[in-house]
């Protein structure tokens, strides 16, 4: 039979979905969804000592940097239309223990990060991540006693170590702990200081995951013992998750966040649902090494899977995304044929 005997039926087909999709034009015009750099969170490591960097070998690409190295990165950031640096630092082993001393250290790292960032580039945004576990000896977010991760003790240090990042000059604290509270006693407390506008980023569901590998080996942070399941969510709860943002939210949050991304866009589309303030994503560094691993063996190309990585978490509905392809997304959107 040849296709001018096949049967049509009639009117077919006066709905046709290519039509939208003949030529570039047409298809730019109808996007649902636009990436933009002014959207993104680059996280930034930074690391003691003088005009270094070093490779983070299961993050290809990303870098431990000093802080005049960081200085000059955060600079090209936002001269990229990069609005937002997310800072995370390494602690040498001999400064750990279990009570945060090193996080609440007004001289420490994170708070000269802090203003000497500020300094050099005022526009940009800085956030800062509030938890313990780089300050750890036991590589725990919290403190420990008798194999616990103690709540109520854990968020007073927390407080403490947010009004030292306010006083350093943060636009943002980041409590990625997952403690009880915590986002109420923090505003409290920045409220308490004066520090009325330095906002809080909660990361409000953050899962007990599979995907932080890369990261740990970047701060060498792993728990010393056990894991996260204490505070950090089970991978099988969505409800669990909303509960969380809703309570980050009324306790004063600005921003939530949801953590991991790529496994976790049901979840980012569910609370972008049920609360009112800007949502975020972090996309971790276990997503990025995996499509960087099978990019070095030519089995994905970078580029495009990162792209679609990255508008995937848009269509879920997230404003912000915290990626470690903030700069290279940044720089293939300035270069895009508009
Ligand atoms: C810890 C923290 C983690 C990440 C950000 N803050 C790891 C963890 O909870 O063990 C992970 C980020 C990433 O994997 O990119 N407070």
């Not at 420490?108 to 000497?116: P, T």
């Not at 940009?124 to 509030?130: A, E, K, N, Q, S």
């Not at 009880?180 to 995951?209: P, Q, V």
């Not at 276990?286 to 960087?292: D, F, H, L, N, S």
Request: charged share 25%; glycine share 8%; proline share 5%.
């Amino acid at each position: 039979m040849t296709k001018s005997e096949l049967p049509l039926p009639s009117g077919f087909p006066l709905s046709r979905g290519r039509r939208n999709r003949f030529r570039s034009g047409r298809r730019k015009m109808i996007t649902e969804n636009r990436l933009h750099p002014s959207n993104f969170i680059a996280p930034i490591f930074l690391m003691e000592g003088k005009n270094r960097r070093e490779p983070i070998p299961s993050m290809p690409d990303q870098y431990r940097h000093t802080l005049d190295h960081a200085v000059r990165q955060a600079e090209s950031m936002y001269n990229l239309g990069i609005q937002a640096v997310l800072l995370f630092v390494m602690v040498p082993e001999d400064r750990k223990d279990n009570k945060g001393t090193e996080a609440l250290n007004e001289n420490g790292l994170m708070q000269a990060a802090v203003s000497k960032i500020k300094a050099a580039v005022p526009e940009l945004m800085i956030m800062t991540d509030v938890a313990l576990d780089p300050y750890s000896s036991y590589g725990h977010d919290g403190i420990v006693r008798d194999g616990d991760i103690l709540n109520d003790e854990t968020v007073e240090v927390l407080a403490r170590m947010a009004v030292s990042h306010a006083r350093a000059g943060t636009d943002y604290v980041a409590p990625s702990d997952m403690m009880d509270g915590r986002i109420g006693m923090i505003r409290n407390a920045l409220e308490g200081a004066g520090f009325h506008h330095t906002g809080i980023l909660a990361y409000s569901a953050k899962y007990a995951s599979g995907f932080y590998g890369p990261f740990r080996d970047a701060l060498d942070s792993a728990p010393g013992f056990g894991d996260k399941k204490t505070y950090q969510m089970d991978p099988a709860n969505v409800r669990e998750a909303v509960r969380e943002a809703q309570a980050d939210e009324a306790e004063g949050a600005d921003l939530v966040m949801i953590k991991p991304g790529l496994p976790y866009l049901d979840v980012v589309r569910a609370v972008r649902e049920s609360v009112r303030v800007p949502v975020a994503v972090y996309n971790v560094s276990g997503e990025y090494a995996m499509i960087k691993a099978a990019a070095e063996k030519g089995w994905v190309d970078e580029e495009t899977a990162m792209l679609e990585s990255l508008i995937a978490f848009k269509r879920a509905g997230a404003d912000l995304i915290a990626t470690y392809w903030a700069e290279k997304a940044a720089r293939l959107l300035h270069n895009a044929d508009r």
